[in-house]
């Protein structure tokens, strides 16, 4: 067997040696082998008494007491006194540790710490041999080091002084955390839900503080045989922070419902809730359908009228395992039901504090010695702290739920418990630790610590005392590091120690020598003040020899180098920082410069363009000091004869050792290259990446004009009035593209967008700026639509429609090709031939996926200037808007990996508010933009704008469209009198029906979008309605057809939707009516037009949908004013779907142009179309190829 080493610490080694002193006949090495052979089998120490049994010859171990003479209650009063009086010792025994200097201390008191004869240990052994010490009570004492070692304590505790009295003089509290404080439920009140603005901005490019926080751990723990457990858990902690960067690099797409969901996290009675708790969710399908869970019905807290009451829910549970994961890897919700915004927000948090280390080990008791471990955010950190206080602000109370005593987790706690398990969850999948001993296992992979030995009886407190440095509590007073300047010639700084009261901010500091000196502080005595911030500089003072100096001083002052000055101030920064150590500096010294990088553009000419930056601007890497420049030469000269804080011209300069080096690395590289596209970007944003970026005066002038807009006159060939609001949108356009530049429009839907863009390609025809043409690309839905478009609006444009089967993709003569999204992808080699005017895409978040076949042939596509159109350029990601602009500007907003780690992640995940300032900056004058919300937009607008949505019959819908004409005017033209009106009737309601849908007509079969040309280009309008978060009405006068959207349409959306018809009971109706108002979740209803066409309030919605026309003008307004009625607050758009060659679109265009015609129909409803002769009924109903 291996020779044990007995007294590893001093104190251990202390005790073994006071000891040896005495043992004059030389017993204690004959207990040696017995106790490195392990016949020591039990040892407990109750009521300062060492009971024990050590195996020797016979059967049965002999039992052996121990009791040491103990402190008189004179020793002990000064005992406490000489603690309580001297920080340094206070602050050793606060880690676990025996103050070195405490023998001598006490010996300057007349008190002796080890015992000086064996008188002083009462000791006996059931062994037949009598002597002080026998082997059995050798190895004992030998073991009994191995113990103290652990607990220092134990030798006071067996002289009669017990661990809370030394920890009340020593002022510190309970090293080893309990469980996490529940409430009962009936005791929470519900305040009232905060507003609360979330952001993570702050910690997003937080450097990693691994080795401030690991400075202030030794290096070989107690608990651990081998060497270097703090090494160990180092790289544990790199390994989490290489994972979390590479998993923060992309972020999964989230089930449709998550934001719905309602989540209890279902607490055990005991345990580790990574493996004892469970999240039950509800409703069932909130996760999405590949959630391994199980049904489950628990009684569990809901918030109703600002109090907890507890409802029988049945839903769905999994394991909280799984959930943490699941969240972890989505991006921030900002909206969804208060759980899910919580915790979205506190899986953003944990990423980031696992990125900068900013969390710590934490042990958790569960008596008799045992333990698990749980790693916490670091709440000495100023960021951390206010970030846990914002998260507790939003923490829903009833979120964590323990069943068995019905009591939840509030506030900051519950807010500190989530983050805990999250930070767990991380370590435990990213730590990568060989499992090579219990105690890694309990450190790495969170499995509970069982003492099963009396040995490991005290692994509790030996990890919880070496893990007290980083565990120590924010408390009333903190010390404050004050920097004074070097007094008149001399050249040394002065650092001195003050107090502050972190409960009255609004009190100066106090020097520390005043309180040292016992003057009362802040109202308290010096004393309790001198306790608790001296115990937290001697903490420190374990990293940074000068605080030690400090304290040792009584407050300073301490002289220091300039050198010296920004060493401390740059390498403690992070140490200080997290015991809550602040520090003042003069106001010299506050507005000491940093260098940093500054790349330098400068014009060669006066007339320069955005296409041309590359070639036209000459640069120069060169050093900032505040707003002096220096070129990197004189940098170079100026660092290798100064460092550290120096004056320079009149003021100081701080010259961070490593920013230096940083500097003079990036100084000896190749300036970087950048095209244009870079250039532009880099002009705007004011940085490259590495570098921050200074135009000069001509190309600030240029930057200046990019926001100008050239006045241009609408071409006289319009046969259009546009509002003010799209005549600025038309002349942006045409000055974007004057300029060569991309532009995306992005206006609401409903306000033009594409009578802007017709408008700019009228103005370039009429110029003659169109010498090819300007091709344009939109959903298949959307063609006839663009073509009715553009001979309303434009007449004096030649469009032709490629598509389908004989489509020509060069024909001659005309101004625009219209074709769709399918064509491009197919036919992308011929129309990449073509080096267009315009490339147009309409819908453009048809592109929103940068892998897919269609993004990369559109991208192809070469053109004088592109245009995207998208009334959500952003729908889910802001890889949209990289794949939008890849496309308007290539290269200009860098690669996709580049912009995912710059833009993406952080606003995303975090909510970086300066990102998105710059990402705004730079996509600006790219992007124009209008809400109907807008005060300048909705002054131009009418209160009600209605839009005829134009579409085609699919090649199916077609064929039965002509198949049933054919039958039935055979059968009119055979028929009379009431006989003919009844065919005529039918006819005309099977062929709405079949624009309708043929399933709405065949009444069989499962009803899909694809199959009708009318439910794909309603489908493309709800779907953007629902992309801008409102709410739309669709109208049917036939309830079966109403049946067949429900289906398609929540078949789509994944959920119920209200249906509202006339078989409907009065409360069902009034039930639905409630939910379509005032749920957020709700944006669509179906309405029955007979059944809703009167007497409803439903002005929630700001669309409605006209399926099929009812062509009664009259009928028809009746339920557009469902929306459009008293107590709308927003613009109504009325979307008419028309198809096109069918008798939806002729009898539509009659009820348009005859005013007489469309008088009569409004008292004779539909009649008048059995009136019709046999030729003009067969005009009316033909279906037209046009």
């Known amino acids: 067997m291996a020779r044990q080493t007995f007294g590893k610490t001093w104190w251990g080694k202390a005790w073994i040696e006071a000891l040896h002193h005495i043992d004059y006949s030389n017993r204690l090495p004959r207990g040696r082998s017995y106790a490195n052979e392990g016949a020591v089998r039990e040892i407990e120490i109750s009521d300062c008494v060492v009971l024990a049994r050590v195996q020797g010859r016979r059967k049965l171990p002999y039992r052996i007491s121990i009791r040491l003479e103990p402190f008189s209650a004179a020793a002990k009063e000064a005992i406490r006194r000489l603690i309580n009086e001297n920080p340094m010792l206070a602050a050793e025994l606060s880690l676990g540790r025996l103050p070195e200097a405490l023998p001598a201390v006490m010996k300057d008191g007349g008190l002796r710490l080890f015992p000086a004869a064996w008188k002083e240990i009462k000791a006996d052994c059931s062994c037949p041999d009598w002597a002080n010490p026998c082997k059995h009570l050798a190895a004992v004492y030998l073991v009994l080091a191995n113990e103290i070692d652990k607990d220092p304590f134990i030798f006071f505790e067996l002289r009669g002084i017990g661990r809370k009295e030394l920890t009340e003089a020593a002022g510190f509290g309970q090293a080893v955390s309990g469980e996490s404080r529940f409430v009962p439920v009936n005791d929470v009140k519900v305040l009232p839900a905060e507003c609360v603005e979330f952001s993570l901005a702050r910690l997003v490019d937080r450097p990693g503080q691994l080795k401030s926080i690991f400075s202030l751990l030794s290096d070989s723990p107690l608990f651990y045989r081998k060497d270097n457990f703090k090494k160990l858990l180092m790289k544990a ?302 903490v420190a003072g374990e990293y940074r020899k000068e605080l030690k100096e400090l304290l040792a001083a009584k407050g300073g002052p301490l002289a220091v180098s300039g050198d010296e000055l920004i060493s401390f101030l740059s390498e403690a920064k992070g140490v200080l920082s997290m015991l809550g150590i602040s520090i003042i500096l003069p106001k010299e010294l506050r507005s000491a410069v940093s260098a940093r990088l500054v790349l330098s553009a400068k014009s060669r000419s006066k007339n320069i363009s955005f296409l041309s930056l590359a070639e036209m601007l000459d640069f120069s890497l060169d050093v900032a000091l505040g707003d002096m420049r220096l070129s990197g030469e004189e940098f170079i000269a100026l660092t290798s004869s100064a460092k550290g804080i120096v004056r320079f011209r009149d003021r100081y300069l701080m010259l961070d050792p490593a920013d230096v080096n940083r500097l003079l690395a990036q100084l000896k590289k190749p300036l970087p290259k950048m095209d244009s596209a870079k250039l532009l970007q880099a002009s705007l944003t004011g940085e490259t990446g590495a570098a921050a970026f200074e135009a000069d005066e001509t190309l600030k002038k240029l930057l200046a004009d990019l926001h100008n807009v050239h006045d241009v006159t609408v071409p006289p060939g319009l046969v259009a009035q546009l509002r003010p609001y799209q005549e600025r949108g038309f002349r942006w356009l045409y000055t974007n593209r004057e300029r060569g530049l991309g532009s995306c429009l992005a206006d609401d839907m409903g306000l033009g967008k594409t009578l802007q863009v017709i408008t700019l390609l009228l103005k370039l025809k009429e110029e003659g700026g169109l010498k090819t043409p300007a091709l344009i690309v939109c959903p298949t839905t959307l063609l006839s639509n663009w073509e009715k478009e553009c001979a309303r609006f434009a007449p004096g444009l030649q469009v032709a429609v490629c598509h389908g089967p004989d489509r020509n993709l060069t024909p001659s003569g005309v101004d625009v090709i219209l074709t769709s999204y399918g064509v491009v992808r197919n036919d992308k080699k011929q129309l990449a031939k073509t080096r267009w005017s315009l490339l147009i895409i309409d819908e453009a978040q048809n592109i929103k996926n940068a892998d897919t076949a269609q993004s990369r042939a559109l991208k192809e596509i070469k053109a004088g200037s592109y245009i995207a159109m998208s009334g959500t350029p952003v729908e889910n990601r802001l890889d949209e808007l990289w794949s939008i602009f890849d496309f308007l500007i290539p290269g200009y907003l860098g690669s996709r990996d580049a912009f995912s780690r710059r833009f993406a992640v952080p606003i995303e995940k975090y909510r970086d508010y300066d990102r998105a300032a710059l990402l705004r900056k730079a996509t600006a004058p790219f992007i124009l933009r209008r809400m109907k919300t807008d005060k300048k937009v909705i002054s131009d607008l009418p209160d009600k704008i209605i839009k005829n949505q134009y579409c085609r019959l699919t090649p199916q819908q077609a064929a039965l469209y002509q198949q049933v004409l054919q039958r039935e005017l055979t059968l009119v033209e055979n028929s009379e009198g009431m006989e003919r009106r009844g065919i005529i009737f039918r006819l005309m309601t099977s062929l709405k029906q079949i624009c309708n849908h043929p399933v709405h007509f065949s009444k069989t079969g499962t009803p899909l979008p694809a199959h009708s040309g009318k439910a794909e280009l309603a489908f493309e309008r709800i779907r953007q309605i629902i992309r801008d978060r409102e709410k739309a009405l669709i109208f049917t006068q036939y309830k079966q057809m109403g049946g067949v959207l429900i289906q398609m349409l929540e078949s789509e959306l994944g959920g119920p939707l209200p249906f509202f018809h006339g078989s409907l009971q009065r409360k069902k109706r009034e039930q639905l009516v409630e939910i379509f108002q005032n749920d957020l979740d709700c944006p669509l209803m179906v309405v029955s037009l007979k059944a809703g066409g009167t007497g409803l309030n439903l002005t929630a919605a700001s669309h409605v949908l006209h399926y099929d026309l009812w062509w009664n003008p009259a009928v028809e307004d009746q339920a557009t004013d469902r929306a459009y009625r008293i107590g709308q607050t927003k613009n109504v758009t009325i979307h008419r779907f028309v198809t096109l060659g069918t008798l939806e679109e002729k009898i539509d265009a009659m009820l348009s142009a005859k005013k007489e015609l469309a008088a009569m129909t409004i008292s004779a409803g539909e009649t008048w179309l059995t009136e019709l002769s046999n030729r003009e009924l067969k005009e009316l109903f033909t279906l037209s190829t046009t």
């Open 237 to 538: 902690y790199k390994s989490v922070a290489r994972a979390v960067e590479k998993e923060m690099e992309s972020l999964e797409e989230s089930p449709p419902h998550l934001h719905k969901a309602h989540i209890r996290l279902m607490y055990g009675e005991s345990g580790h809730p990574l493996f004892h708790a469970e999240a039950f969710y509800f409703p069932g399908d909130a996760l999405g359908s590949d959630v391994n869970h199980k049904l489950a019905t628990y009684t569990v807290p809901i918030e109703e009228n600002g109090a907890l009451k507890m409802r029988r829910i049945h839903s769905k549970v999994t394991t909280a395992h799984y959930f943490l994961r699941a969240m972890l890897s989505k991006k921030l919700f900002v909206e969804g039901t208060p759980e899910i915004r919580f915790l979205s927000a506190a899986a953003s948090t944990a990423l980031l504090l696992a990125r900068a280390s900013l969390f710590v080990p934490e042990v958790v008791g569960e008596g008799q010695g045992n333990f698990y471990l749980r790693y916490r955010p670091l709440i000495r950190d100023e960021q951390v702290r206010q970030i846990v206080d914002t998260l507790a602000a939003m923490m829903p109370p009833g979120l964590i739920y323990r069943k068995k005593n019905k009591s939840v987790l509030t506030g900051r706690d519950g807010a500190e418990e989530v983050l805990s398990l999250y930070l767990s969850f991380l370590v435990r999948e990213y730590a990568e630790i060989p499992r090579e001993e219990k105690i890694c296992e309990s450190f790495f992979i969170m499995t509970p610590y069982e003492a099963e030995k009396f040995e490991e009886k005290q692994t509790v407190k030996a990890v919880a005392d070496w893990l007290a440095p980083l565990a120590m509590a924010v408390g009333r007073f903190a010390a404050v590091i004050r920097v004074e300047l070097p007094a008149g010639r001399q050249k040394k700084f002065s650092i001195c120690l003050d107090v502050e009261d972190r409960d009255d901010p609004m009190t100066p500091p106090m020097p520390l020598a005043d309180v040292f000196a016992g003057h009362p502080a802040f109202g308290c005595p010096a004393g309790d003040v001198l306790a608790e911030v001296g115990r937290v500089v001697a």
